[in-house]
């Protein structure tokens, strides 16, 4: 199964708008995709109440999961919107 590691880049980490941009744009992939903290238990990442339930803050490391033929790219779609600060729409450390 294809997965991304990536490190949340939003200044509020998954919370408010940047889980509610996240959720919905995983929600528009054309294949399920999975998220964990660390070595947590992974949720659906279009679930919104599973996305918070993550606690993800800032800086935090999390996988994405897919399977399917369109997995590689939502992965990287979906690791692509998590290393931009959501909060402004800016690359990480800008």
């Known amino acids: 199964m294809p997965e991304r590691k990536v490190t949340v880049a939003a200044s509020s980490g998954l919370h408010a708008r940047p889980a509610k941009l996240f959720v919905q ?3 528009k992939q054309g294949t399920p995709v999975r998220i964990r903290v660390g070595e947590g238990k992974s949720v659906p990442a279009n679930s919104m109440l599973g996305v918070l339930s993550l606690g993800a803050t800032h800086g935090a ?3 994405l999961e897919a399977d399917g033929p369109e997995a590689d790219a939502a992965l990287d779609a979906l690791a692509a919107l998590l290393a931009i600060d959501l909060d402004t729409n800016e690359p990480a450390g800008a």
Do not use: D, Y
């Open 61 to 63: 490391e999390v996988t």
């Open 25 to 27: 744009a995983a929600a």
